[in-house]
């Protein structure tokens, strides 16, 4: 073999792993932060892969949610939503999720990112990375069910089922959670509501880093890391194989 074919052959090698292990760090997910010590507490914060029908009741949010983020880690798992049915059955995003105050619990996607340092950072108009990870680790794109003013609170009692957008970095402002939308009893996507609807957020109860609990080095150190290692084993092969031939 040539030495043009052989980096050549390098080459494609080296391109078709990285496509593979850049797919498989995609869809990996992370539910211990890195920048965190044994003892610290968080909460982690995901979008369903799936959409719901629109509800007057909390109740029926919480369990949509809860059985995505089971798949995540088994708990107690709320959704970031405000509901109202009447005057005396309403639900804000912020009690729901019991984020009322300024405890300064950080709060991560699904990635490792921090979306917010505690609770009055996450309702003060802005987050810091967008959550926009589903359970799985893969990205949505869609609208997400809300009915939430981005203080936290019921929107009003007129949009309660409005939406917010998740398109990369270009809504960590308030439309994060609030945007100019929304959705009605009407508005049914499909026979089942089970898809091409819109998606929830979902919340974890408070989690603790445990003192056994492993860092979970950064997709792209791993790729880079045995793409290096990779590229060694072949070089090393070549070379020996000229000495020989």
């Given at each position: ?7 050549l ?50 109740e ?26 009447s005057d ?9 999720t ?17 979306v ?83 998606k ?45 031939s």
């Open positions: 073999m040539s030495e043009t074919a052989r980096q052959l390098l080459f494609f090698l080296v391109v078709t792993l990285s496509i593979g292990l850049e797919e498989y760090a995609q869809g990996s997910i992370i539910t211990t932060p890195t920048d965190l010590s044994p003892g610290d507490e968080y909460r982690l914060v995901f979008v369903t892969s799936g959409s719901i029908r629109p509800s007057d009741f909390i029926d949010y919480n369990n949509f949610v809860d059985g995505y983020g089971d798949t995540i880690l088994p708990g107690d798992w709320k959704a970031i939503a405000s509901t109202y049915h005396d059955v309403q639900m804000s995003a912020r009690d729901n019991g984020t009322q105050g300024e405890a300064m619990i950080p709060i991560y996607n699904l990635i490792g990112e921090r917010a340092d505690g609770y009055g950072d996450l309702w003060d108009g802005s987050i810091q990375s967008p959550i926009q990870y589903n359970e799985d680790g893969d990205k949505e794109i869609n609208a997400v069910l809300t009915g939430t003013h981005h203080t936290g609170i019921i929107w009003s009692a007129q949009y309660y089922t409005n939406f917010g957008y998740m398109f990369d970095d270009n809504y960590l402002d308030d439309k994060w959670i609030n945007f100019a939308d929304r959705y009605t009893h009407d508005d049914f996507w499909d026979d089942d509501g089970d898809t091409g609807g819109p929830m957020y979902g919340m974890s109860e408070v989690l603790t880093v445990q003192e056994s609990s492993e860092v979970i080095p950064e997709p792209a150190s791993v790729i880079t890391w045995m793409l290096l290692g990779i590229v060694g084993c072949i070089s090393t092969w070549w070379n020996r194989r000229r000495k020989t």
